[in-house]
C-alpha cells in the first residue's frame, strides 16, 4: 500500500512539472519548436516504455557476473531486475502515461499556433495533430516493447551505467 500511495503522489508532482514546461514554453514559440517539443515528449513515453518492458524481460544472472568483476552498473541492473514491478510501474504507468496525456494537450497547443499561423480550420488541424500523435505514441510503444523484449539486458545494462552515476546500491 505504500508504494501506491508513493507511486501516486510521485506521478501528481511529475505530471505538474511537464505540464508547467509544456504549458509555459509551447504558447510562447513557434510552430516548429512546439512540434519538436511534441515530439521530446512522446520519445520520453517510447523511451521509458522501452526501459520499463525491458527490466521487466531482462535475465538477472549475467549482472551478477557483471557486479562480480565490478562492472558500473551491474549492481544497479541487479536493483532494478530485483525491482521489476516497481521500476515498470514508474516507467510504464507514470512517465510513459504522464508524457501520452502531456503529449496529448501538447498537440492541442501546436494544432492551435498552425491554425493561427497558416489560417486553417483549428478543427481540421486538431483531428490532425491528435491523430498523428496518437499513432506515434502507439506505434512508437509497438516497436518499442518489441526491441525492449529482444535486447532487454542490453536496455536494463545501459540505463543501469546512466543510473549508476547518481545512485550505488549496498552490496548485498
Same mark, same amino acid.
Given at each position: 500500500?505504500?508504494?501506491?500511495?508513493?507511486?501516486?503522489?510521485?506521478?501528481?508532482?511529475?505530471?505538474?512539472?511537464?505540464?508547467?514546461?509544456?504549458?509555459?514554453?509551447?504558447?510562447?514559440?513557434?510552430?516548429?519548436?512546439?512540434?519538436?517539443?511534441?515530439?521530446?515528449?512522446?520519445?520520453?513515453?517510447?523511451?521509458?516504455?522501452?526501459?520499463?518492458?525491458?527490466?521487466?524481460?531482462?535475465?538477472?544472472?549475467?549482472?551478477?557476473?557483471?557486479?562480480?568483476?565490478?562492472?558500473?552498473?551491474?549492481?544497479?541492473?541487479?536493483?532494478?531486475?530485483?525491482?521489476?514491478?516497481?521500476?515498470?510501474?514508474?516507467?510504464?504507468?507514470?512517465?510513459?502515461?504522464?508524457?501520452?496525456?502531456?503529449?496529448?494537450?501538447?498537440?492541442?497547443?501546436?494544432?492551435?499556433?498552425?491554425?493561427? /499561423?497558416?489560417?486553417?480550420?483549428?478543427?481540421?488541424?486538431?483531428?490532425?495533430?491528435?491523430?498523428?500523435?496518437?499513432?506515434?505514441?502507439?506505434?512508437?510503444?509497438?516497436?518499442?516493447?518489441?526491441?525492449?523484449?529482444?535486447?532487454?539486458?542490453?536496455?536494463? *545494462?545501459?540505463?543501469?551505467?546512466?543510473? /549508476? *552515476?547518481?545512485?550505488?546500491?549496498?552490496?548485498?
Amino acid at each position: 500500500m505504500g508504494w501506491v500511495l508513493a507511486i501516486t503522489i510521485m506521478a501528481f508532482f511529475i505530471s505538474i512539472i511537464f505540464s508547467f514546461i509544456s504549458e509555459s514554453i509551447l504558447p510562447n514559440v513557434p510552430v516548429l519548436i512546439g512540434v519538436i517539443v511534441l515530439i521530446v515528449f512522446i520519445l520520453i513515453g517510447v523511451l521509458f516504455d522501452m526501459i520499463g518492458v525491458a527490466v521487466t524481460a531482462a535475465d538477472e544472472k549475467p549482472f551478477h557476473s557483471m557486479s562480480a568483476q565490478k562492472v558500473r552498473g551491474a549492481r544497479v541492473a541487479i536493483t532494478l531486475k530485483r525491482n521489476a514491478d516497481k521500476v515498470g510501474s514508474f516507467c510504464n504507468d507514470v512517465i510513459g502515461d504522464i508524457c501520452g496525456i502531456i503529449s496529448g494537450s501538447a498537440g492541442v497547443m501546436v494544432a492551435l499556433s498552425l491554425s493561427e /499561423s497558416f489560417g486553417v480550420e483549428q478543427v481540421i488541424l486538431s483531428l490532425l495533430v491528435t491523430g498523428l500523435t496518437a499513432a506515434f505514441t502507439i506505434g512508437g510503444k509497438a516497436l518499442g516493447k518489441g526491441v525492449a523484449i529482444a535486447k532487454a539486458n542490453m536496455i536494463l *545494462y545501459e540505463c543501469s551505467k546512466v543510473i /549508476s *552515476y547518481f545512485y550505488r546500491p549496498k552490496r548485498s
